[in-house]
């Protein structure tokens, strides 16, 4: 679908065992799980939601599973026109087109 989708809690029985993935430029960098995430999902949540609202749709961004650009060999980095895609099996994707303005 295009544009936003809710996902409801019991449409994701278990959200520390979703694929996670990052392609960049149509190159997939990072293929994970959010089973190898430092912290729970729901730890993130509780600790975001003492201090702000979080409503449905509210994008959370963690960081990186491993092989974050600068540690890689060669090294991997953004550049104008790049298009990054994040996804999360089961909610869905967002794709960001980058633009480099000097």
């Known amino acids: 679908p295009v544009g936003p989708v809710a996902v409801t809690a019991d449409e994701i029985p278990d959200p520390q065992d979703l694929r996670i993935w990052t392609v960049l430029d149509g190159h997939t960098l990072q293929d994970a799980s ?56 089961g909610i869905g994707e967002l794709k960001t087109h980058c633009r480099i303005i000097d």
């Open 34 to 89: 959010t089973s190898q995430m430092v912290r729970p999902v729901s730890t993130l949540i509780a600790h975001l939601s003492a201090s702000v609202t979080l409503l449905p749709g509210t994008l959370i961004s963690t960081g990186s599973p491993g092989g974050a650009g600068y540690s890689r060999d060669p090294q991997v980095f953004l550049r104008d026109r790049s298009t990054v895609t994040v996804g999360v099996e």
